[in-house]
């Protein structure tokens, strides 16, 4: 290696983002191979439409559980990719490791945002072709484009959620308190069934949760839920980020300064 090349190095303007482009591969090979997480984060939306969205073929509902199971797939991907991850990872002693290596935290938690993110590109994808295919429905060129930006979109919020989940909860412990708070999120949001026809009790309880407003932002998109509120639910997604985003930090600098 010339000396020319050791000594614009410094300042590389783009050696960030080729190490968060790096990490972002190895943690994407990570999830694929962890097959307790890749088949169950695809494969659950997915049996539950073959199951439910195919046996309506045709029908509204087929189309309504596009929306819906992509949400899930959405937050499922974002609190097991990263709020059980990372809190294995913590056990584990891997997150000491990488505390201590030079590479910026920013690499190492945005490839994991990135991975759930494209995690949920692929359950998206999946969803569709299942839905215009064993469905039945017509999905557009731009209903399927603007779904997969939402799911990119609200990756981020629920990441964030999985950050703060990771510092919180016991790796054991891990699954049973995730799906304590996904499942009941996901049946009170609308992923499965209009909220409309839910008890009263739960109507009323839905527009407190970030999941419900990411269903109202997706079914959307296919005419199930009014367009002129979008811009209430995607100020709670944010606000519900930044909220998440202050939570992971102070919890994560607490256990710092404890050393653990």
């Known amino acids: 290696m010339s000396t020319d090349t050791l000594a614009v190095q410094p300042n590389d303007i783009f050696r960030p983002l080729r ?9 994407l090979a990570r999830l694929l191979r962890t097959r307790a997480y890749s088949l169950s984060v695809i494969g659950f939306p997915v049996m539950f439409y073959l199951l439910f969205g195919v046996a309506n073929r045709g ?24 709020g059980l991850a990372l809190a294995l990872e913590r056990a584990q002693g891997w997150l000491d490791l990488k505390r201590a290596s030079p590479m910026p935290r920013s690499a ?34 731009a209903q399927a484009a603007a779904l997969a930006g939402i ?29 304590l708070i996904y499942l009941p999120l996901s049946f009170a949001s609308g992923f499965w069934i209009p909220v409309r026809f839910l008890p009263h009790w739960l109507q009323v309880m839905a ?42 930090w102070i919890t994560f600098e607490r256990s710092e300064a404890k050393g653990s």
Do not use: D
């Open 108 to 141: 190492f938690l945005g490839a994991k945002v990135v991975s759930c993110a494209a995690f949920a590109l692929i359950i998206v994808a999946v969803l569709v072709a299942l839905g215009t295919s064993l469905g039945g429905i017509r999905i557009t060129y």
């Open 19 to 27: 190490i968060l482009l790096k990490e972002t591969q190895y943690e």
């Open 151 to 179: 799911a990119l979109a609200g990756s981020i919020p629920f990441a964030a959620m999985g950050f703060l989940i990771a510092f919180l909860v016991p790796p054991n412990a891990g699954p049973g308190i995730i799906n």
């Open 59 to 82: 029908k509204p509902v087929a189309l309504y559980l596009i929306a819906g199971y992509a949400c899930m797939g959405v937050v499922s991907a974002c609190l097991f990719g990263i």
């Open 207 to 248: 527009p407190a949760l970030p999941t419900y407003h990411l269903a109202q932002i997706a079914l959307a998109v296919f005419g199930f839920a009014p367009a002129g509120g979008m811009a209430v639910h995607w100020a709670v997604l944010g606000g519900f980020t930044v909220l998440m985003v202050a939570a992971a």
